[in-house]
């Protein structure tokens, strides 16, 4: 069978079983802080196994698409050197969520993998393990299925640790957790290795398939285990094994599906089709980076842009071991596209997009490998043993984008390691961008968790009544909240919105007779909608009526600048192209802020026309209308998602006359025409790849325009003229003091010559060598560079640092004559000067320039130069 043809039969089953298929869902875990990635098809459901979440379903089944690449899961650095290990891979799971459990699943995985309907694998080749200790899984394959004991593996606690086991899942150090049962096939005598839990079981003989996790436990912060009122099930089967499995192969890359994306990869090298390790390691990455970039991330220096960006580099030295020309790793796109375009559609419609952002990584990191390379095979050369020094792996990272992999990559080439540790102290305050997936972390106890839902009336309404139906003071559930208190209210029905797809959570009171609770923010955990303030008067009790008020002049200004985004986000498609995506946003009663990929600053006539389409549209005085659907026929539709949300089964779908359709939950104006006018304030970079456009709408932006107006009438008074002619009043004013300028430069060099024929005479003697330190105040770079060239002529054989506070900052410059280049560096006594005064600097052996911040080391500074000679000499 096929991989896809594998993919579509676990699907099928499973449906057959009562299960809802369900998408993958983005490699970008949807308002999950946790995770870096996606690294497991449970990710998405994990607010159902948490009981924050309930769907329409309570048995589903999804092909997940998965990386481990970054974080606490990161199979990086096997890739192409081992069988299975891979950056980028597909999770075929499925999932109960307090349905059926352990006799369920099991039944249902082994029906599937043995029986003659389905993938008829052989029974004799499926090796089972369970957790030592859970008796009822071990009966139920050996007395319900009729595994024989032989073939049963009981793992205890093989980690350390309590529960810390092969067999035993937790989804943290707390929350969910339970035993395991794993499935295992065994390829035959003639391949390596020992049952799972024998001292060889590292080897390829057994492999394990799929994996049956049961959730019946919470982990408490105290290691306390307490069973879960609706036990789960998750599962997971790699495709990419079971596919070795029934293509009769031991390597996942003699699949078909990396067959073609080898070839393909050999292709774009113009080298042969061998099963090279570096041509596996390509094989593998373009699927991770394809699916990254489909799905939002972009290169960057910081978080998941920089674990793509690692990826790419990795690829693209790989390549170039295997003689690659110039730019080849976006050619293998179009073979990626071809061979799971179909089971992954955003392959497809991303593919131009994908193409253009390998391209220019690639072009980017040509520009400094050869360099790069060199450097590293100098300090090799003279490398004093096996371990590669923390410095000299720092060095390529911080000078040429050289990830710390990628370092010890070709250091294991030459049987080299390196000094991580040498590597981490040198990195300081670099190592949060480096270690970034260490901030993925959190306590799942710690939540505030409320089991009930809070039915939404704010498409309608800013006012109503309700029921207080929870109430918690410093995260924990309270029956009462007393004046002066800060606290969360929970209410069964609620005009407030609460902060999501960047639309900030509304702010009003609550009113219950004398109390009154000053809502300061709402947010969502699950279905219950959490009024976050402060109680000013009186008191609040657990099912007491309250009348709710939303600020509704706050609610206005800020739909008016949600709609206002909905029209940017079009208009930017419609003028920059179709590889625009939402990176984040933020809709306040303020202003809107909208950030999206683009590769390059817009141009001012680019951002006039966003201008003019959007305001265009407001003109139109289109109804914004508003449809309650299901997830595919919205896609049919066309709505685009937003970054960063997550969607359940059920959406919302908004539409701006023809020129907008979006899924959307957020408050938005009837009409276009409510927002009034929109205004661009400002446009800039905020990571590679990724600008921001700041905007204005309705009475704002009148009122920007208002001051922008005031303002050029006061710079028209300034220059005593008027709007017609202030653009050539201010051309002659920059005329005058272009003049003036460089009159001062003229008079500047004149005093700095006369001046050096009065410092040449109290230079030092240092060995036969004049060295001259002085401190000139008011002079800037350029005069200190004219007059330690004149110094130099006059003085012969001599070393020279000049200094100067000029415009609260310290400047300096130093000079070698060029018979001392061989002994004595104008750059090295640059370094030590800078570092005195809290800066840097740097240049060429006769000649170099820097500066730092404080001046009152500046003497001190000076004073390095005559040791510095001295040692030199």
Not at 389 to 395: I, S
Not at 462 to 489: C, P, T
Not at 596 to 612: R, T, Y
Not at 742 to 770: F, I, M, T
Request: aromatic share 8%.
């Amino acid at each position: 069978m096929k991989s896809a043809e594998i993919r579509e039969a676990f699907l099928r089953f499973f449906e057959e079983q009562g299960h809802t298929r369900v998408a993958s869902s983005s490699l970008i875990p949807g308002n999950d802080p946790t995770l870096l990635f996606t690294n497991a098809g449970m990710n998405q459901f994990k607010d159902c196994f948490l009981g924050q979440e309930k769907r329409a379903y309570t048995r589903a089944v999804s092909s997940q698409k998965c990386v481990r690449a970054g974080g606490k899961h990161n199979d990086l650095e096997n890739v192409g050197y081992t069988a299975r290990h891979h950056t980028f891979f597909e999770m075929l799971g499925n999932f109960s969520f307090g349905d059926y459990f352990k006799r369920d699943a099991i039944t249902y995985a082994w029906n599937f993998l043995t029986s003659e309907k389905w993938l008829n694998l052989p029974k004799e080749k499926l090796w089972v393990t369970v957790y030592a200790s859970d008796d009822e899984a071990y009966d139920i394959w050996t007395k319900d299925i009729g595994v024989p004991a032989e073939r049963m593996v009981r793992i205890g606690d093989n980690k350390g640790a309590p529960y810390a086991s092969d067999n035993f899942w937790t989804m943290g150090d707390t929350g969910p957790c339970g035993p395991c049962t794993e499935i295992f096939y065994d390829h035959g005598a003639d391949i390596w290795g020992g049952p799972p839990g024998s001292p060889e079981e590292d080897g390829d003989r057994y492999i394990e398939i799929w994996n049956n996790v049961f959730m019946q436990f919470n982990r408490t912060a105290d290691g306390v285990l307490h069973p879960l009122p609706a036990p789960s099930v998750d599962t997971g089967m790699g495709l990419e094994r079971i596919s070795a499995v029934l293509q009769h192969v031991h390597s996942n890359y003699e699949i078909d599906l990396f067959q073609s994306l080898l070839s393909a990869s050999a292709k774009a090298i113009g080298c042969t089709n061998d099963a090279q390790a570096s041509l596996k390691v390509v094989a593998d990455h373009i699927r991770s980076c394809g699916f990254l970039i489909a799905d939002g991330v972009l290169p960057s220096n910081e978080g998941r842009g920089y674990v793509l960006r690692r990826i790419i580099r990795r690829a693209c030295r790989h390549g170039n071991k295997l003689g690659a020309k110039g730019s080849f790793f976006y050619q293998i796109v179009a073979a990626l596209v071809a061979e799971m375009g179909e089971a992954f559609p955003e392959l497809k419609s991303q593919q131009a997009h994908i193409e253009r952002v390998l391209k220019a990584e690639e072009e980017q990191f040509a520009k400094t490998l050869e360099q790069g390379l060199k450097i590293l095979e100098q300090d090799l050369a003279e490398l004093k043993g096996d371990v590669v020094p923390g410095d000299v792996v720092f060095k390529l990272y911080d000078t040429y984008g050289f990830p710390m992999d990628l370092t010890g990559d070709i250091a294991r080439e030459r049987s080299l390691t390196i000094d991580e540790e040498g590597f981490e102290r040198e990195m300081e305050a670099q190592r949060v961008r480096a270690r970034s997936a260490s901030s993925f972390g959190m306590d799942y106890n710690s939540l505030v968790k409320v089991d009930v839902a809070t039915e939404f009336t704010g498409y309608t309404a800013h006012s109503g009544s309700a029921k207080i139906v929870a109430l918690y003071k410093d995260g924990q559930s309270v029956d009462v909240l007393s004046e002066g208190e800060e606290g969360v209210v929970v209410l069964n029905q609620t005009p407030f919105y609460a902060e999501s797809g960047g639309q900030i959570g509304d702010c009003g009171f609550l009113q219950a007779g004398a109390a009154r609770f000053d809502v300061r923010d709402t947010t969502k955990t699950g279905g219950a909608f959490l009024h976050h303030g402060v109680l000013d008067s009186g008191s609040l009790i657990v099912g007491a009526p309250v009348e709710t008020h939303v600020d509704a002049e706050v609610r206005h200004a800020t739909s008016l600048n949600h709609s206002a985004t909905h029209l940017l986000h079009a208009a930017l498609r419609q003028v920059l192209g179709e590889h625009v995506q939402q990176k984040g946003s933020l809709v306040d009663s303020q202003r809107l802020r909208f950030d999206f990929s683009h590769f390059e600053a817009i141009k001012p006539e680019q951002l006039k026309a966003l201008e003019d389409i959007v305001n265009a549209e407001i003109r139109k005085n289109s109804e914004v209308e508003t449809e309650e659907t299901d997830i595919e026929t919205a896609k049919q539709k066309g709505a685009m998602a937003l970054f960063g949300e997550k969607y359940g089964d059920n959406v919302r779908v908004l539409s701006m006359g023809d020129f907008s359709v979006e899924l959307c939950g957020g408050i938005h104006a009837n009409r276009t025409g409510d927002i009034g006018l929109l205004k661009i304030i400002s446009e800039g970079g905020v990571a590679s790849g990724v600008r921001r456009i700041e905007a204005v709408t309705g009475a704002a932006a009148l009122a920007y325009l208002n001051a922008a107006e005031e303002q050029l009438k006061e710079a028209a008074n300034l220059v005593k003229g008027s709007r017609d002619n202030l653009i050539d009043k201010l051309s002659a004013v920059l005329e005058r003091n272009r003049l003036l300028e460089k009159q001062l430069e003229q008079l500047q060099a004149k005093a700095a010559s006369a001046a050096g024929d009065d410092l040449s005479a109290s230079a030092l003697d240092v060995k036969g060598v004049k060295v001259l330190a002085v401190r000139l105040d008011g002079q800037d770079g350029k005069a200190l560079l004219a007059l330690v060239d004149q110094l130099k002529n006059k003085l012969g054989r001599a070393v020279i640092l000049l200094g100067s506070v000029h415009e609260e900052k310290v400047v300096l410059v130093a000079g070698v004559t060029k018979d001392l280049t061989g002994q004595l560096k104008a750059g090295d006594l640059m370094k030590q000067a800078a570092a005195a005064v809290g800066g840097k600097g740097g240049g060429r052996p006769d000649m170099a320039q820097g500066g730092g911040t404080d001046a009152g080391a500046l003497d001190a500074a000076l004073a390095l130069t005559v040791p510095f000679v001295e040692q030199g000499l």
